[in-house]
């Protein structure tokens, strides 16, 4: 009789081996395997039956039930009495509220922004909504490559710039329009079409190139809240042909993706 191959579990903290003379992590097993049920409760679309869980824990059924039962104790996950299927209890809730009080979008991106600059032919910030347009409250030079017309405080394009399309893709039309009004006249261009910014919102990445200056491209990516809200906008200015790799073409998207996961924001997907 064929069989298919064995499903690798993880034991219990209490049944974890330990080689002779092996000297332990300073970590506390069972914490980190608790961490892994929290986990999978959180990112899970619905309600999971018991060998769902041990499926997606990789943990036998009997360990599976004994850590989730420790966690429904202590309040941070709950099992429905009629459908016996496990989710977050109360306590975690509680939990990811305390965090998300404490999150600062605008200072996260900007750490990720410092680091992008430092590492790579770009210079690059952090810019958020105000009435009168993308306003970039982080910027920080490259030493690679930089330009003088950006600086700190100063309003952007919303027609001519990646960053302003990317607010323009998230934020209410008549928010946008009523900043467009307020912009000089040598900052408006052509409202884009419904198309590029459908697609600006579907990728959640823009790109310019040689639209205030020759040759220099402007990249965008927008930073959401728990709610999936725009809080602000990470963008760079480069000289595509600095940039010597796709790892560095691609530093932004890469930088962007790491703030959302510490924001809570949107899933990422994109360009």
């Given at each position: 009789m064929?069989?298919?191959?064995?499903?690798?579990?993880?034991?219990?903290?209490?049944?974890?081996?330990h080689?002779?003379?092996?000297?332990?992590s300073g970590?506390?097993?069972?914490v980190?395997?608790?961490?892994?049920?929290?986990?999978?409760l959180?990112s899970?679309?619905h309600?999971?039956?018991?060998g769902?869980?041990a499926r997606?824990?990789?943990?036998?059924?009997?360990?599976?039930h004994?850590?989730?039962?420790?966690?429904v104790?202590?309040?941070?996950?709950?099992?429905?009495?009629?459908?016996?299927?496990?989710?977050l209890?109360p306590?975690?809730?509680?939990?990811?509220?305390?965090?998300?009080?404490?999150?600062d979008?605008?200072?996260?991106?900007?750490?990720?922004?410092?680091?992008l600059?430092?590492?790579h032919?770009?210079?690059?910030?952090v810019?958020?909504?105000?009435?009168?347009?993308?306003?970039?409250?982080?910027?920080?030079?490259?030493?690679?490559?930089?330009?003088?017309?950006?600086a700190l405080g100063?309003?952007?394009?919303?027609?001519?710039?990646?960053c302003?399309?990317?607010?323009?893709a998230?934020?209410?039309?008549?928010t946008?329009?009523?900043?467009?009004k307020?912009?000089?006249?040598?900052?408006r261009?052509?409202?884009?079409?419904?198309?590029?910014?459908?697609?600006?919102?579907?990728?959640?990445?823009a790109?310019?190139?040689?639209?205030?200056?020759?040759n220099?491209?402007?990249?965008?990516a927008?930073?959401?809240?728990?709610?999936?809200?725009?809080v602000?906008?990470?963008?760079?200015?480069?000289d595509?042909?600095?940039l010597?790799?796709?790892?560095?073409?691609?530093?932004?998207?890469?930088?962007?993706?790491?703030?959302?996961?510490?924001?809570?924001?949107?899933?990422w997907?994109?360009?």
């Amino acid at each position: 009789m064929r069989r298919g191959p064995l499903k690798k579990t993880i034991p219990a903290a209490d049944d974890a081996p330990h080689a002779p003379g092996e000297k332990r992590s300073g970590t506390i097993q069972s914490v980190a395997i608790a961490a892994r049920f929290l986990n999978v409760l959180a990112s899970a679309e619905h309600e999971l039956a018991l060998g769902e869980v041990a499926r997606r824990t990789q943990t036998g059924a009997s360990t599976a039930h004994r850590y989730l039962q420790s966690l429904v104790k202590e309040g941070l996950a709950r099992q429905d009495p009629a459908s016996s299927l496990y989710d977050l209890g109360p306590a975690a809730l509680s939990i990811g509220i305390g965090a998300l009080k404490r999150v600062d979008a605008v200072e996260i991106a900007a750490q990720h922004m410092k680091a992008l600059a430092h590492q790579h032919a770009a210079s690059g910030g952090v810019a958020i909504w105000t009435d009168r347009g993308p306003t970039l409250v982080r910027w920080y030079r490259s030493a690679f490559f930089s330009i003088n017309p950006l600086a700190l405080g100063d309003v952007l394009p919303i027609d001519n710039t990646a960053c302003g399309l990317v607010f323009q893709a998230f934020l209410p039309k008549a928010t946008i329009d009523a900043a467009r009004k307020l912009q000089p006249a040598h900052f408006r261009g052509t409202a884009p079409a419904k198309a590029v910014l459908d697609e600006v919102r579907s990728s959640r990445w823009a790109e310019k190139t040689s639209h205030l200056l020759s040759n220099v491209t402007g990249q965008a990516a927008p930073v959401f809240d728990a709610q999936g809200e725009i809080v602000c906008v990470v963008t760079t200015v480069t000289d595509l042909g600095q940039l010597k790799t796709p790892e560095d073409r691609d530093a932004l998207f890469r930088a962007a993706s790491r703030v959302n996961q510490s924001t809570g924001g949107l899933p990422w997907q994109g360009a």
